[in-house]
Nanobody, 124 residues
Framework: QVQLVESGGGSVQAGGSLRLSCAVS????????MGWFRQAPGKEREGVAI????????LYADSVKGRFTISQDNAKNTVYLQMNSLKPEDTAMYYC?????????????????WGQGTQVTVSS
């Protein structure tokens, strides 16, 4: 059974940093891709960053390029999202997701497994 458990969310002021963690179990992510997504109130869920573990490749939404970094620690079965220079518009619930087959896409529909989410709130 695949389980994804996010942690690391919180409240910060604009310009601050947070690191989100996604603990993975029951899933061999080394052969597929995982990602971070977010959903703000009243908005659709959107892709933030994805990583293809086997290739070491990553892809980012334009809105976070240069500020966010996705990474993984295979020994700990954990995927991270380092978020720097946070802005109020980054406020959202952040979700970790995993794909059974990697389609190299930021679209949420390309992912099969989801965590419960962790809240990030950025104040101005």
């Amino acid at each position: 059974q695949v389980q994804l458990v996010e942690s690391g969310g919180g409240s910060v002021q604009a310009g601050g940093s947070l690191r989100l963690s996604c603990a993975v179990s029951g899933y061999t992510y080394s052969s597929s891709c995982m990602g971070w997504f977010r959903q703000a109130p009243g908005k659709e869920r959107e892709g933030v960053a994805i990583i293809w573990s086997g290739l070491g490749e990553s892809l980012y939404a334009d809105s976070v390029k240069g500020r966010f970094t996705i990474s993984q620690d295979n020994a700990k079965n954990t995927v991270y999202l380092q978020m720097n220079s946070l802005k109020p518009e980054d406020t959202a619930m952040y979700y970790c997701a995993a794909a059974e087959v990697c389609r190299w896409s930021l679209l949420p529909t390309a992912y099969n497994y989801w965590g419960q989410g962790t809240q990030v709130t950025v104040s101005s």
